[in-house]
């Protein structure tokens, strides 16, 4: 069964790099066909993607977090990391890493405050 977990801080500074690790159990994450992403959802508000990478490695983000976001990945490990630029208090959600689309981690809730 495939299984993500995701890890990093709960609590940021305004203007730091958040960093989300999302590890990978039950598939790779360089097989053919999936994509592994991020999305969040902030408080009161809908689910928000953030951008994926494809099983060769190439990124996508959408047009909004396209300047400050930059997912990678560490095949070794079977894990992929989202950077996010310059946080300030909008960008508090709960992150989720998925395998698009069928597979969802718990989430991991993330404030940006000071």
């Known amino acids: 069964q495939v299984q993500l977990q995701e890890s990093g801080p709960g609590l940021v500074k305004p203007s730091q790099t958040l960093s989300l690790t999302c590890t990978v159990s039950?598939?790779?994450?360089?097989?053919?066909?999936?994509?592994w992403g991020w999305i969040r959802q902030a408080p009161g508000k809908g689910l928000e993607w953030i951008g994926y990478i494809g099983s060769s490695g190439t990124t996508v983000y959408t047009p909004s977090h396209q300047s400050r976001a930059s997912i990678s990945r560490d095949t070794s490990k079977n894990q992929f990391t989202l950077r996010l630029d310059s946080v300030t208090p909008g960008d508090t959600a709960v992150y989720y890493c998925?395998?698009?689309?069928?597979?969802w981690g718990q989430g991991i809730q993330v404030t940006v405050s000071s």
């Open positions: 998925v395998r698009v689309t069928d597979y």
């Open positions: 039950g598939a790779s994450i360089t097989t053919n066909v999936y994509s």
